[in-house]
């Protein structure tokens, strides 16, 4: 298999999974415990996503690095009700502060 | 895209200040891409190409390192697990087309632009005019952005510098969080994430990569199945009120 060809059939692939989710009819889609399950997949998804994005490692090991420091401190700001872009840019100074100091 | 005159300028500077600022977190990581892509043996153009068609961050980055490590020969290997990591946008579709009601040309261009950071923002929002705003808004931003750093990534290599010496990496996952942050005053919502969390978590060490976050996709069920007294409305329902600020009917 070319380099190309990898790229292409990848690409197509992940297109062709992303549409599916549309093309899905809508009926199928429209029943009320169907409602409720789809309303949370998106949360499911995502906050098994900041999991693997926070405290994962190589080969899917749990570590503890800057990551997760600068997530605490984004939970933090949320309680104390700061504006998103603020706790965005808290979360990345905290992360590259402490990588500068030779930690995580 | 979708012109929501009827939302309030104030809002609708919001949700566009918030889209952009994840389309930035996001996107600048597209020089990371670029430049392992090209490490790994890939030319400029089939970087991009991935960028443009393939556009999903977690994919990408999965192809082309397996593909550093293995060459050509673990090429089935890296387009299975690409694959694999693509799963969870076809759910997210599921949830998006339900929000956006597109046909036709723009049921393309939303597919393709249903990622992480553009559910997330589109879900993050009370009003269904925000929604499907945050949605185009956030889509357009990371692939703008993605695809531009993808570019610089792939021309100047490792040169611009490592995004996470800027913290980049953690700022997206902060911005996740704060996107999912108004979603969790409705107990079902909060308890399907702390299951997901709890699924992730145990799951990660053990499973290939990409698989704890679909598999995340059961906590949703077995909340949304659960007994049908303390549900939260459909997000389409009721504009202007709050998603999940009042679980119970």
């Known amino acids: ?104 | 895209m979708t012109r929501d005159v009827s939302l309030p300028t104030t809002r609708r500077r919001e949700v566009v200040r918030q889209a952009w600022s994840v389309g930035v977190a996001s996107g600048t990581y597209g020089v990371s891409f670029g430049a392992l892509a090209v490490a790994a043996g890939l030319d400029v153009w089939q970087a991009q190409v991935l960028s443009l068609v393939m556009f999903t961050g977690g994919s990408q980055f999965a192809l082309v390192g397996i593909l550093a490590s293995g060459g050509l020969a673990a090429a089935p290997a890296a387009i299975a697990t690409s694959s694999m990591l693509g799963i969870r946008n076809g759910l997210y579709g599921l949830q998006t087309s339900q929000l956006l009601h597109v046909r036709g040309f723009r049921r393309l261009a939303a597919a393709q632009l249903t990622i992480d950071e553009s559910t997330a923002v589109g879900i993050a929002q009370p009003e269904p005019r925000a929604q499907r705003l945050g949605f185009w808004q956030t889509g357009i931003a990371v692939f703008v952005l993605w695809n531009t750093s993808t570019f610089l990534g792939a021309l100047l290599g490792n040169a611009l510098g490592d995004p996470r010496a800027l913290g980049l990496d953690a700022a997206a996952a902060a911005a996740f969080v704060a996107l999912l942050w108004p979603r969790l005053r409705s107990r079902d919502a909060t308890a399907t994430a702390v299951l997901a969390v709890f699924i992730a978590l145990l799951t990660s060490p053990v499973l290939p990569a990409g698989v704890p976050v679909i598999l995340a996709a059961v906590a949703a069920l077995v909340v949304g199945l659960r007994h049908p007294g303390r549900h939260e409305g459909p997000l389409e329902g009721g504009d202007g009120t709050l998603v999940g600020s009042d679980p119970t009917p």
């Open chain 1, 1 to 104: 298999m070319s380099l190309w060809v990898t790229v292409v059939v990848a690409s197509v692939l992940a297109f062709g999974i992303k549409l599916a989710g549309y093309l899905v009819p809508e009926s199928l889609m429209a029943g009320e415990r169907t409602t409720r399950v789809t309303t949370l997949l998106p949360v499911a998804l995502l906050a098994a996503l900041v999991v693997v994005q926070s405290v994962t490692g190589d080969a899917g090991a749990l570590v503890v690095d800057a990551r997760l420091v600068a997530v605490g401190v984004a939970v933090v700001l949320l309680l104390l009700r700061a504006n998103f872009l603020v706790i965005v840019l808290a979360a990345g100074a905290v992360a590259a502060g402490l990588r500068a100091l030779g930690w995580g």
